[in-house]
């Protein structure tokens, strides 16, 4: 299985940007989804999961209410949309996969798929 994100850029503080990734090799259909970062210098951390279905999903406290996570089964393709971007917000973007849906979110070392990432960068 492969995971690829893209979308990645430049925005200004205040921006918007889009994420996806979209998986190849097997049908993640009934997988969670999740999103991790990894700022310079810092470990990476948990940013949001969605459940199998798209039904059920969950955001660290640092991008509640500015980013949202979706999905696309018929694509085998996940979304972030990232909005209100802060300068905080650098990072590299990593999206990952696990049989079973979280709701606190769950350790990168625990996912079963691991994409490669995509640099986002907000300057101020």
């Known amino acids: 299985v492969q995971l690829q994100a893209s979308g990645g850029g430049l925005v200004q503080a205040g921006g918007s940007l889009g994420l996806s990734c979209a998986a190849s090799?097997?049908?993640?259909?009934?997988?969670?989804m999740y999103w991790f970062r990894q700022a310079p210098g810092k470990e990476r951390e948990f940013v949001a999961v969605?459940?199998?279905?798209?039904?059920?999903?969950f955001y660290a406290d640092s991008v509640k209410g500015r980013f949202t996570m979706s999905r696309a089964n018929t694509r085998n393709t996940v979304y972030l949309q990232m909005n209100s971007l802060k300068p905080e917000d650098t990072a590299v973007y990593y999206c990952?996969?696990?049989?079973?849906?979280?709701?606190?979110?769950?350790?990168?070392?625990?996912?079963?798929?691991r994409g490669k990432g995509t640099q986002v960068t907000v300057s101020s």
């Open positions: 990952a996969a696990h049989p079973t849906y979280s709701p606190v979110g769950r350790a990168w070392s625990d996912m079963y798929y």
């Open positions: 090799g097997r049908t993640l259909s009934t997988y969670a």
């Open positions: 969605v459940s199998g279905t798209g039904h059920r999903s």
